[in-house]
């Protein structure tokens, strides 16, 4: 599959040399890590987010939002940890500026592994996950199969270092291929039969604070329980092309249109006059 998918992309005229390079690397490895185009924009995301967390607290500001963040588990169990990280959800999109500036941290790549007319996801999301904590899990799962679109795009970025089972994990496109092909054998089983199966394939995602990761939620992913000693801070948001199929998650509801051409806008709101119908 992944090499018809390939197939006159090196040739292809029209896509300069990087972006080649880009999608052949999203088609053959499910995902891409880049640098943030905007670091201060970063920068303002994760200080936000972190002052958020210091006021639900009643800390004071901190100095260093990184290592507040890593060591968050000081200060909140896992039994408030959802109700705490809605309200910080809830706060930081009420903020006009966050869904450009999180557009801005990878508008590039998006360009060119989605294409430059685009919907985004109405809100961003947060994912806290505190060592030892296996409440905030995210079973092995395909997105696809809750009824996202195979069009869409998620991207991810860490608001801490990300390594290991302080990550998140994703099965390379090969394997997935293959192991979906007989998914109808774990129809009867769980989802840690499922997990066992794929284990010797997933490849756990190394990214730093200062990089995006962009994947391909067609692929089965996941977390497991963090087994290290420090809290992971990422977000996560999905972006497609505005003219691609939608599945259950519909433009108005879910979706904002973001990056309209002057084109379409004309296009979309043209009506033929009386007289062309018959």
Same mark, same amino acid.
């Given at each position: 599959?992944?090499?018809?998918?390939?197939?006159?992309?090196?040739?292809?005229?029209?896509?300069?040399?990087?972006?080649?390079?880009?999608?052949?690397?999203?088609?053959?490895?499910?995902?891409?890590?880049?640098?943030?185009?905007?670091?201060?924009?970063?920068?303002?995301?994760?200080? @936000?987010? @972190?002052?958020?967390? %210091?006021?639900?607290?009643?800390?004071?500001?901190?100095?260093?939002?990184?290592?507040?963040?890593?060591?968050?588990?000081?200060?909140?169990g896992?039994?408030?940890? &959802?109700?705490?990280?809605?309200?910080?959800?809830?706060?930081?999109?009420?903020?006009?500026?966050?869904?450009?500036?999180?557009?801005?941290? %990878?508008?590039? %790549?998006?360009?060119?592994?989605?294409?430059?007319e685009?919907?985004?996801?109405?809100?961003? &999301?947060?994912s806290?996950?505190?060592?030892?904590?296996?409440?905030?899990?995210?079973?092995?799962?395909?997105?696809?199969?809750?009824?996202?679109?195979?069009?869409?795009?998620?991207?991810?970025?860490?608001?801490?270092?990300?390594?290991?089972?302080?990550?998140?994990?994703?099965?390379?496109?090969?394997? &997935?291929?293959e192991?979906?092909?007989?998914?109808?054998?774990?129809?009867?089983?769980?989802?840690?039969?499922?997990?066992?199966?794929?284990?010797?394939?997933?490849?756990?995602?190394?990214?730093?604070?200062?990089?995006?990761?962009?994947? &391909?939620?067609?692929?089965?992913?996941?977390?497991?329980?963090?087994?290290?000693?420090?809290?992971?801070w990422?977000?996560?948001?999905?972006?497609?092309?505005?003219?691609?199929?939608? %599945?259950?998650?519909?433009?108005?509801?879910?979706f904002?249109?973001?990056?309209?051409r002057?084109?379409?806008?004309?296009?979309?709101?043209?009506?033929?006059?009386?007289?062309?119908?018959?």
């Amino acid at each position: 599959m992944t090499s018809s998918i390939l197939t006159g992309l090196d040739s292809n005229a029209f896509l300069s040399p990087k972006e080649i390079a880009l999608s052949k690397q999203f088609i053959e490895q499910g995902y891409c890590i880049i640098p943030v185009e905007d670091k201060a924009g970063l920068d303002r995301v994760r200080g @936000a987010i @972190a002052e958020l967390a %210091a006021m639900a607290l009643s800390d004071a500001d901190p100095l260093d939002h990184g290592a507040y963040l890593d060591s968050i588990h000081a200060e909140i169990g896992p039994d408030g940890l &959802n109700e705490f990280r809605l309200g910080i959800i809830r706060d930081i999109n009420r903020e006009d500026w966050l869904r450009p500036t999180y557009f801005g941290l %990878a508008r590039t %790549a998006l360009q060119s592994i989605v294409g430059n007319e685009l919907v985004m996801q109405r809100r961003v &999301n947060l994912s806290i996950q505190l060592p030892g904590d296996d409440g905030s899990l995210l079973p092995i799962h395909c997105d696809v199969w809750a009824g996202d679109s195979p069009f869409e795009v998620v991207l991810w970025v860490p608001l801490v270092d990300c390594a290991e089972t302080k990550s998140m994990f994703l099965v390379p496109p090969q394997a &997935n291929s293959e192991i979906q092909s007989r998914l109808s054998e774990f129809s009867a089983r769980s989802s840690e039969d499922l997990f066992a199966e794929v284990e010797p394939h997933l490849e756990w995602i190394k990214i730093r604070y200062g990089e995006a990761l962009l994947f &391909n939620q067609n692929l089965m992913h996941g977390n497991r329980v963090n087994e290290t000693s420090e809290t992971r801070w990422s977000m996560n948001c999905r972006f497609k092309g505005a003219f691609t199929p939608y %599945a259950e998650k519909n433009l108005g509801e879910f979706f904002e249109p973001i990056t309209l051409r002057a084109a379409s806008r004309i296009g979309l709101s043209y009506e033929l006059p009386d007289g062309f119908d018959n």
